[in-house]
């Protein structure tokens, strides 16, 4: 029973398990946290996270005993005492916002819900809030025109509204720049130090798991590790190496690192967060199954370049969503198209497909000008797609989609089940074809939409955020895919990400802001132009910032 609420700032979790049905999504877990502490959670997509951060809010049912202050609580009803000291954002970009409302009508909406009094600190509070969020010039605009890094600070400081003493953020930061990002953590830490806020949250961003207090390891439903991120990090060192071959199934490579519980003939590597998952999955012996691509069945030659843009422009009103931006892809190469949210990446990427008109410019693709949708049509089975969330059929079986998408490209019956079989094999997905979408990790998607992307074997492929809000072990497979395409299709790639690490998979990258083409250099080049800078995000950083000076 709830004994009363103090004004104290501590957390301490027992043994809170949570079930679907018989199924427990999270068991036994325990931690603790004090006033002002930032604690991270990570962990693969469906280790239990969002269950229990859910549990600690005591917004589902669970078991055992929550404690903040002196309110103890076993369940939804025992939390009701303590839910105005608690602010819970769920994951997904904009998920509690509402497209029609601005930004000040959702700051009124959530000071309504939650009876809070306009006196003078509050508008200076609220005041406060939509500066650090940078909102302040944008009050008048709907959430619907805000870009995906402004729906979140505005999604968090609605959240910040009634000054919650125990914070709790699912993945605030999935499918946000690495500017935005920054960002938030600015707020976060802002709000930890002045309110002695007690902040939990879950992210995918292993730099971000670094900036916390305290991380929480997560896998299948256990807490597996806890500490400080420098001690986790000195407890996988040993087994961290330069990425160099191995014998199959002892060992992972990712990131230009290899991981290895034996001693390996090679230097040992800074070791990241990352590093926590690949070793234990190789000390549980489960590593992922091994990615495999074989020829395509009908090789063609390949047209250089693949596609060239000169010119193109977009235009929504009197916004400027793409600004005369040239553009060349390969035969054969990776592009990354990198840029803060609403920087124009998924907007270029419609109109290469054709979802969007040009307002200017040329577009060739495979040689070909694009003036009409004849032409599109013609080279409809040219390209493969993969769009932001995978664009799935929730109500159909990964087989069913995947006979669907490939019906869509006119494939005999036939071969679409010899390839459906085959790719499922290669990408390691047999053994879910007859479970639906939405019961699946977004790893197993992700892997699934890209085979239904080259059912019809392309020579081009765009992807648009593939990899966001997908594990660590799962984006490894993914660029284990991409480069097996690229050597043995001759593929041609153009690919968008939030996640800068991944910049170093690409052969080129090109990166917009507000709508314009402000660098198209090979990574290498980048490196050597910025040495000072120790990671490819600092260089993203720096390329935006002297930007703004110029």
Known sequence: MTKGVDTSSTLEVRGVTVRYGNLPAIKEASFGAGEGEIVGLIGADGSGKSSLMHAVAGVISFEGEVRYGECRYRSPAEAESIKEKIGLMPQGIGLVLYETLTVDEHLDFFTEIRSLVRDDAYEAYREKLLHMAGLADFVDRPAGKLS???????????????????????????????????ELWEILDGIRQEEGTIVLVSTAYMQEAQKMDRVLLVDEGEIIAQGESATLIDGVRAYTYEETPCEKGTCLSFNRRTYSLRKLPARHAEPSLEALFFINALKKSAPPPEIRIVPRENPEPIPDPVMEAKGVSKFFGRFVANDRIDMVLHSGEIVGLLGANGAGKTTFIKMLLGLYPMDEGELYLLGRRIESGRDRRVLKQKIGYVSQHFALYNDMTVRENLLYFARMHRLPLAKTKERIAGYAE?????????HMPRELPLGINQRFSVAAAIMHEPVVLFLDEPTSGVDTIARAQFWQMMHQLKRKWGISILITTHYMSEAEYCDRVVLLKRGRKIADERVSDLHRAYPESRSFEEIFLELYRREDEG
């Open 426 to 434: 290669e990408l390691g997905f047999k053994r879910y074809l007859d």
């Open 148 to 182: 995906g890094g402004m729906m979140q600070k505005l999604s968090l400081i609605c959240t910040l509204i009634h000054r919650p003493r125990l914070l709790i953020l699912d993945e605030p930061t999935t499918g946000v720049d690495p500017l935005s990002r920054m």
